[in-house]
């Protein structure tokens, strides 16, 4: 005859605690099967990161993926080896933990793919919850807007070598980002219709941009490829951005980087004129608020925005508005 299966209850010294507590754990247990909750598995965080690259490969950018390892990698370094240990106060500790050494920004990138992962967790059965549901992220600083005036940037193109030049020129009169450009190939340049397709972008959807002439220019002195070659073949993205910021060292212009030329063109766009949701269109971004830290460019956009009212209101202020 085999004997009785024992439960040991942590924190229960007499036979009603126990009783208590093995009532309470049954009667969570129930209104978990009630709910159709399945209990957490035994899965560590390292299997479950593993699972979770392989599911992204095929989802995100190469680039995006080769930062993906080390984000995972600290992650897995600063949490508990099971996964299912996890808990919300687990996340905040790692936040202010984190927040003490490196950037919000990186936190919150960290954060992005930790609560993407055990969103994913939770569809696989593996997990019940997502503790990092919801956390606090440290506040981004606003954001960086340096750009260049037309005498910085012909400089940076004069000293520039040669190689550098096209994609320098492309990125200040479009504004595409610089996986964007590097992405683009010659199938996606429609020159009859002046309009490039831009298939990697951000936020994974096509974007079409109308090409300026300046960037009809750029594009004309490159050497065309097949329809599936890249327009910038040969350039590679860190180089790119290596070489991009010796030149504006060379010039004395120390807080500037690739990216600054994508500032350049946005906010040459809106000191000329261009409406804040245009430049957003063609900048690509997924909302308002993200081209509003080019609004002060444009000091007197709202001045000439709000004067629209006046024609409406003309004749309507005659009555009961005389100051005597």
Same mark, same amino acid.
């Given at each position: 005859?085999?004997?009785?299966?024992?439960?040991?209850?942590?924190?229960?010294?007499?036979?009603?605690?126990?009783?208590?507590?093995?009532?309470?754990?049954?009667?969570?247990?129930?209104?978990?099967?009630?709910?159709?909750?399945?209990?957490?598995?035994?899965?560590?965080?390292?299997?479950?990161?593993?699972?979770?690259?392989?599911?992204?490969?095929?989802?995100?950018?190469?680039?995006?993926?080769?930062?993906?390892?080390?984000?995972?990698?600290?992650?897995?370094?600063?949490?508990?080896?099971?996964?299912?240990?996890?808990?919300?106060?687990?996340?905040?500790?790692?936040?202010?933990?984190?927040?003490?050494?490196?950037?919000?920004g990186t936190v919150c990138k960290e954060m992005s793919v930790l609560k993407h992962?055990?969103?994913?967790?939770?569809?696989?059965?593996?997990?019940?919850?997502?503790?990092?549901?919801?956390?606090? !992220?440290?506040?981004?600083?606003?954001?960086?807007?340096?750009?260049?005036?037309?005498?910085?940037?012909?400089?940076?193109?004069?000293?520039?070598?040669?190689?550098?030049?096209?994609?320098?020129?492309?990125?200040?009169?479009?504004?595409?980002?610089?996986?964007?450009?590097?992405?683009?190939?010659?199938?996606?340049?429609?020159?009859?219709?002046?309009?490039?397709?831009?298939?990697?972008?951000?936020?994974?959807?096509?974007?079409?941009?109308?090409?300026?002439?300046?960037?009809?220019?750029?594009?004309?002195?490159?050497?065309?490829?097949?329809?599936?070659?890249?327009?910038?073949?040969?350039?590679?993205?860190?180089? !790119?951005?290596?070489?991009?910021?010796?030149?504006?060292?060379?010039?004395?212009?120390?807080?500037?980087?690739?990216?600054?030329?994508?500032?350049?063109?946005?906010s040459w766009l809106v000191q000329q004129g261009v409406d804040l949701y245009a430049?957003?269109?063609?900048?690509?971004?997924?909302?308002?608020?993200?081209?509003?830290?080019?609004?002060?460019?444009?000091?007197?956009?709202?001045?000439?925005?709000?004067?629209? !009212?006046?024609?409406?209101?003309?004749?309507?202020?005659?009555?009961?508005?005389?100051?005597?």
């Amino acid at each position: 005859m085999g004997k009785r299966a024992r439960r040991k209850l942590a924190g229960a010294h007499t036979r009603t605690q126990a009783l208590e507590m093995l009532g309470a754990i049954r009667t969570q247990e129930d209104k978990a099967r009630i709910l159709g909750i399945r209990p957490a598995t035994e899965i560590t965080l390292s299997d479950l990161f593993d699972r979770y690259k392989k599911h992204q490969r095929a989802r995100i950018r190469p680039t995006t993926f080769a930062r993906l390892g080390g984000i995972l990698d600290t992650l897995k370094a600063n949490l508990p080896e099971q996964a299912k240990a996890i808990t919300k106060r687990t996340i905040a500790e790692y936040i202010d933990k984190r927040a003490e050494s490196v950037k919000p920004g990186t936190v919150c990138k960290e954060m992005s793919v930790l609560k993407h992962c055990l969103k994913l967790a939770v569809e696989w059965g593996e997990l019940n919850q997502n503790p990092a549901a919801g956390a606090r !992220l440290p506040q981004l600083p606003p954001g960086k807007t340096r750009y260049l005036t037309p005498g910085e940037l012909k400089a940076a193109l004069e000293l520039a070598p040669e190689w550098l030049r096209a994609p320098m020129a492309f990125a200040a009169c479009t504004g595409v980002r610089r996986g964007e450009m590097l992405a683009l190939k010659w199938m996606d340049v429609d020159v009859k219709n002046r309009r490039l397709y831009l298939r990697e972008t951000k936020n994974g959807a096509l974007r079409i941009l109308p090409i300026p002439e300046s960037a009809l220019t750029v594009l004309r002195s490159l050497p065309e490829g097949a329809a599936g070659d890249t327009v910038f073949a040969g350039v590679d993205p860190d180089h !790119l951005s290596v070489y991009t910021k010796r030149v504006f060292a060379r010039l004395g212009i120390h807080d500037a980087s690739f990216h600054t030329l994508r500032h350049t063109a946005a906010s040459w766009l809106v000191q000329q004129g261009v409406d804040l949701y245009a430049v957003g269109q063609i900048l690509g971004h997924k909302t308002p608020r993200m081209t509003q830290r080019y609004a002060h460019l444009s000091p007197d956009y709202m001045a000439a925005s709000v004067g629209k !009212l006046d024609g409406i209101m003309s004749g309507m202020l005659t009555v009961g508005c005389d100051p005597s």
